[in-house]
């Protein structure tokens, strides 16, 4: 791979795209083509057009997505379906018309059926229906998958595709709206904590278990994915190891040093009642995480306090999909 050819990366103020950023110069790959949702609108299809035609990128990393979690998912099931799909398939699309020699799609493990053999293996996918409280969203991923599955087929070109666990990390997004669970913990114990709260209520049962993965080392994982992977075939990208949500919960709990009582609502919903990945072909291909998880939370932890929890205002704009 060419460190001086030019390298888009789509969504590269979120926090996965801004850690693939930091990964990418750190491996000494300068010619980053970056430009903000306020100069590019990915939803725009003659504009991203337009804007490949103009630089002429020889890599792309897609991590531009409108994203949230279970209460977003259900809120605006009909957002989340269609402004994915607009977005992945005109940057997809524009990539294969102007000659992009590899297009990297990063999807989410969301795809595999609610009811899927654990842990979750490539060829489980679309062996059901995916989980209600993001199905719209499975679905768009599964859609650019594909699409970059069939390219990759008809016409010889590298588009691929990983699928990430859940990701966590500095960058994160810690809007009461639209974050996910970790963010959505820290936030919530580390003011319930200042208040002197009784308790900190979390949705569910706590017994859906679930795999978590910093974002460093996705981001890792896909510079080594740009560089190594030719297969039209996804590839799992996660730690294979998963914590029940009561523990990931009492683990924040302990790190926050919030002693109020944990309450855990049965009358919403839990999601997938586990979601680990089979991540045995991308270590056979010769890549593995390195960050534990004890050390991706305090980092966080760390974050979240010197970032957002003393600035508000800067808490990521929710939804942002670019």
């Given amino acids: 791979m060419d460190r001086r050819a030019r390298i888009y990366v789509a969504g590269h103020t979120g926090m996965v795209g801004a850690a693939i950023v930091r990964e990418l110069r750190a491996a000494g790959f300068e010619n980053l083509l970056l430009v903000p949702r306020s100069e590019l609108d990915l939803t725009d299809q003659r504009a991203v057009r337009d804007f490949f035609v103009e630089h002429r990128p020889r890599y792309v990393v897609d991590s531009a997505a409108r994203v949230g979690g279970i209460e977003a998912n259900l809120t605006y099931p009909a957002e989340f379906l269609y402004e994915n799909l607009t977005i992945q398939n005109n940057l997809i699309w524009s990539a294969k018309e102007t000659s992009v020699e590899t297009f990297l799609f990063l999807g989410s493990s969301c795809i595999y059926p609610r009811d899927c053999p654990q842990p979750m293996r490539e060829e489980y996918l679309m062996n059901g229906r995916p989980e209600p409280t993001n199905e719209a969203y499975a679905y768009a991923k599964i859609a650019g998958m594909k699409l970059c599955e069939y390219i990759h087929r008809e016409f010889g070109r590298n588009f691929?595709?990983?699928?990430?666990?859940?990701?966590?990390?500095?960058?994160?997004?810690?809007?009461?709206?639209?974050?996910?669970?970790?963010?959505?913990?820290?936030?919530?114990?580390?003011?319930?904590?200042?208040?002197?709260?009784?308790?900190?209520?979390?949705?569910?049962?706590?017994?859906?278990?679930?795999?978590?993965?910093?974002?460093?080392?996705?981001?890792?994982?896909?510079?080594?994915?740009?560089?190594?992977?030719?297969?039209?075939?996804?590839?799992?990208?996660?730690?294979?190891?998963?914590?029940?949500?009561?523990?990931?919960?009492?683990r924040i709990r302990s790190l926050v040093g919030y002693e109020g009582d944990l309450v855990f609502d049965a009358s919403k919903p839990d999601g997938m009642p586990r979601k680990v990945l089979d991540v045995s072909p991308l270590h056979r291909s010769g890549w593995r995480h390195r960050i534990g998880f004890d050390e991706g939370l305090e980092r966080a932890y760390a974050w979240y306090l010197s970032y957002v929890h003393e600035a508000p205002q800067r808490i990521r704009e929710p939804l942002h999909p670019a």
């Fill in 160 to 250: 691929v595709s990983c699928m990430p666990t859940n990701i966590y990390g500095e960058g994160d997004n810690f809007d009461p709206s639209s974050s996910h669970v970790i963010p959505s913990l820290l936030r919530r114990m580390q003011e319930a904590k200042e208040s002197e709260a009784a308790e900190v209520v979390v949705w569910g049962t706590g017994e859906s278990r679930r795999e978590f993965m910093h974002v460093d080392d996705l981001a890792n994982a896909v510079v080594w994915l740009l560089m190594n992977h030719r297969s039209p075939r996804f590839l799992n990208v996660g730690t294979g190891e998963d914590i029940s949500v009561r523990s990931l919960a009492e």
